[in-house]
C-alpha cells in the first residue's frame, strides 16, 4: 500500500514557477519509477514526467526543458520544478507509483 500527498499548486503568472512536492508512505517508493501526471476538467490525464529509481527522467513532448523532475529515495520524495509556465499547463497535478494515485493539487497559470 502507498499513500500519495501532493502539494505545492497555486496560482501564478505566465512566466513563472512553482515546484510541485509529492510525500509518499511506505517502503515501496523506494523501490519503483515514479510519475507526474495531470488533468484538465474533461479532458483524459495526461502523462507529464516520469523518474527511475536511479533518478533517470524522461518528459513529455510539452514540458520538455521547462519541466524538471526529482526524487529523493530517502524521505520517500518527489517534486517537479515548473518553469517558464503558460496557460496550457493548468490543471490539477497529481503524483502517481504503481497503481497509486496521490489527491492532486491545482496549479493554475493565468494572467
Known amino acids: 500500500q502507498v499513500q500519495l500527498v501532493e502539494s505545492g499548486g497555486g496560482t501564478v503568472q505566465p512566466g513563472g514557477s512553482l515546484r510541485l512536492t509529492c510525500k509518499a508512505t511506505?517502503?515501496?517508493?523506494?523501490?519503483?519509477?515514479a510519475n507526474w501526471y495531470r488533468q484538465v476538467p474533461g479532458k483524459q490525464r495526461e502523462y507529464v514526467a516520469a523518474?527511475?529509481?536511479?533518478?533517470?527522467?524522461n518528459y513529455a513532448d510539452s514540458v520538455k526543458g521547462r519541466f524538471t523532475i526529482s526524487r529523493d529515495n530517502v524521505q520517500n520524495m518527489m517534486w517537479l520544478q515548473m518553469n517558464n509556465l503558460k496557460p496550457e499547463d493548468t490543471a490539477v497535478y497529481y503524483c502517481?507509483?504503481?497503481?497509486?494515485w496521490g489527491q492532486g493539487t491545482q496549479v493554475t497559470v493565468s494572467i
Open positions: 511506505g517502503n515501496t517508493f523506494r523501490l519503483v519509477a
Open positions: 523518474i527511475s529509481v536511479g533518478g533517470s527522467p
Open positions: 502517481k507509483v504503481r497503481d497509486f
